[in-house]
Nanobody, 120 residues
Framework: QVQLVESGGGSVQAGGSLKLSCTTSSRISGTYVGWFRQAPGKEREAIACIKPRGNSGYADDEAGRFTISQDRSKNTLYLQINNLKPEDAAMYYC???????????????WGQGTQVTVSS
């Protein structure tokens, strides 16, 4: 069983930045780890992932303002978000054990999420 704990969310003004963290109890080798978000009344959407070989992948409309990274020594995944917009407000989740980068349904383990609020 993999446990994931997100942190770093908060309330920021539009144009600001946040760096979200996700600490995992362990990693499942050979699988994808990623970030997703869900706003109230909307479907969950994929943001980015780190692939088994260590390279990253992004949803087409998320590249540029979002940067995913990891520190393997700390079992921690990060998501840097720059130039935040009001439409970025959502609960942000990290997930592990995926078999497709942006395929949320393929991920086995999920954190509880960290809330991001953006004021205009």
């Amino acid at each position: 069983q993999v446990q994931l704990v997100e942190s770093g969310g908060g309330s920021v003004q539009a144009g600001g930045s946040l760096k979200l963290s996700c600490t995992t109890s362990s990693r499942i080798s050979g699988t994808y780890v990623g970030w997703f978000r869900q706003a109230p009344g909307k479907e969950r959407e994929a943001i980015a992932c780190i692939k088994p070989r260590g390279n990253s992948g992004y949803a087409d409309d998320e590249a540029g303002r979002f940067t995913i990274s990891q520190d393997r020594s700390k079992n921690t995944l990060y998501l840097q978000i720059n130039n935040l917009k009001p439409e970025d407000a959502a609960m942000y989740y990290c997930a592990d054990g995926g078999t497709a980068c942006l395929g949320g349904r393929t991920y086995m383990y999920w954190g509880q999420g960290t809330q991001v609020t953006v004021s205009s």
